[in-house]
């Protein structure tokens, strides 16, 4: 068994699957996919999602925080986003995106105090507020919506350095290169000392402690992170696939659906996030079309989606169990077995 | 015994002062007073239920006793915050075990370096020269101390899959990474074997001598803690009995009654 993961320096092999990756996101996707479909209904919101479950990644999987409320912060992010665009005359799109994503920040460390004196299922109950009340201040307040009566707001368009970025592949092109940035943030965090205080604190808090890590300020630095992150996932989502604003749609059943790509897709790793969001969005796409082709429309539509959450039900159960680390793990074990056979 | 010491030992480094800590009606310590010389090593003795443990806890700021005072450096030491402590120069292991699971042995040892990386999340995220710089730096530290406890081949494992006798060296080796100047080792050497503690003992000896390293260790191996300390404090009941050089202890008569018994040779 060779030791070369080396977690620091990026090694060889991470680097060519890096470039790779971004020869696969940036030249052969846009080249050859050209339907509208594959942009708008699987790689948009699988990025927007996947971008969601990296902060959940975060203050879940890393910092060991059990916080529930994702959808919460990209609400937050969404509407701060409109409304920077809406009311700061010529905001750039990224400055906007930003700072969409520091006051879902703020409202992470809001948010997360709480962690510092409830734990577990208790703490789970406590971040619960953060989703119904960004949604409910929201809806309650007009002003977020910019008084509009309908409920559902347009989004403003993409609009970089004059050009604006209405195509799906235009789009897709903003959130990868977005995507790609956060991701690599994430890794470094991750990997870096940072993450490192985040699984301390995860793993045994009295001990961290000990070493001289403040859980006052790694616990609410992990809550920030993961709202920014959220917020910035949010404010892509409601842009580039909802293409409108309405609080419904950051309700309880999105965080839910977050915290299961983060749980199928692994605790604790940064490609978990990708995978488990992939899982998640692609399955009753799957599952449909099998509905479609193979039955020919014989199975009716509500069982088709009453099976999905079935199997999701089942395979959280049998996770939780057996491999704790996901699909993640799942993957890593393939990958050593290829590479030993 | 009589050989030159790198780092002789020197004034009071720690000193405890009447401390005194209960839980509801549970008297853990009774106005306990000691103090621990610079460079030493020193051994808490006790039977069980005496307040050893608990007192680390104090040292240390986990626990907040009701009454005393524990002055570090001619500091009054902060009430509970273990943090704040441990950057006082402050470190310890815990008894039974208090690693980061899931965690490598290498990341395990480098959360130990934690006082020796203050670059920010920011930093951290863009890979600056500072931040790169201070990981390569706590990096290599750490591989040291991997070479030096001998456990390189299990530096990737995580170690909630380690044997109990190598989470202890791992443990050890966590204390080691944040070059305090106070260790409070609990039980560095329980569930280990004559061959396994004979190491350990190496280990704190060498450290000892060559860093300057003050220790103080809870030991219930009366041959280990008469071998390689310095001076044994005994507690008894959360009172200290006796203080003062391994063979004054052995002869107290009170510590024979309390805990040590008579030999049979």
Known sequence: ?341 | MAQERNFPIGSPILEVKNISLSFGGVKAITNASFSILEHEIKAIIGPNGAGKSSMLNCINGIYQPQEGNIIFKNKLLPKINPNLIAKMGISRTFQNLALFKRMSVLDNILVGRRLHSNSNFLQVAFQTPKARNQEKENRQKCEEIIEFLEIADIKMTPVGKLPYGLQKKVELGRALATEAEVLLLDEPMAGMNVEEKREMCRFILKVNDEIGTTMVLIEHDMGVVMDISDNVVVLDYGKTLADGPPSEIRANQDVIDAYLGVAHD
Not at chain 1, 216 to 230: G, V
């Open chain 1, 1 to 341: 068994m060779k030791n070369n993961k080396i977690f620091m320096e990026y090694n060889k092999s991470d680097i060519i699957n890096f470039l790779l990756l971004m020869l696969i996101a940036f030249v052969l996707i846009p080249v050859t996919v050209k339907s509208g479909y594959w942009y708008s209904s699987i790689l948009i919101p699988w990025l927007c999602l996947a971008l969601a479950s990296i902060g959940q990644q975060i203050v879940m999987g890393y910092a060991g925080q059990l916080a529930l409320g994702a959808a919460g912060f990209m609400a937050a992010g969404a509407f701060a986003c409109y409304n920077l665009i809406l009311r700061v005359p010529d905001i750039p799109f990224f400055v906007a995106l930003v700072l969409s994503g520091l006051i879902a920040a703020a409202f992470g460390i809001l948010f997360g105090l709480p962690s510092l004196r409830v734990r577990g299922i208790y703490l789970m109950v406590a971040t619960l507020a953060s989703q119904f009340f960004i949604v409910w201040m929201i809806d309650k307040f007009g002003w977020f919506k910019n008084y509009d009566s309908s409920g559902i707001i347009t989004a403003q368009d993409i609009v970089i350095m004059g050009k604006s970025f209405t195509s799906p592949m235009e789009m897709y092109l903003v959130i990868v290169f977005v995507v790609t940035i956060l991701t690599l943030l994430a890794v470094n965090m991750a990997r870096g000392s940072t993450g490192r205080n985040w699984m301390a604190v995860r793993d045994m808090d009295i001990a961290a402690e000990s070493m001289g890590i403040s859980l006052l300020r790694t616990k609410l630095q992990a809550f920030a992170i993961s709202a920014f992150y959220c917020g910035v996932a949010g404010a892509l989502f409601a842009f580039t696939y909802l293409k409108s604003l309405e609080p419904v749609a950051f309700d309880i059943k999105l965080s839910f659906k977050i915290l299961f790509m983060v749980i199928l897709g692994g605790l604790g790793t940064i490609n978990g996030a990708f995978i488990g969001a992939a899982f998640i969005l692609l399955f009753p796409v799957l599952l449909n079309s099998v509905g479609n082709n193979v039955f020919h429309g014989a199975i009716d539509a509500t069982i088709i989606s009453s099976i999905e959450q079935v199997v999701f039900g089942v395979l959280i159960i049998v996770f939780m169990i057996y491999e704790p680390l996901g699909m993640a793990k799942l993957w890593e074990n393939l990958k050593f077995k290829v590479k030993n056979k």
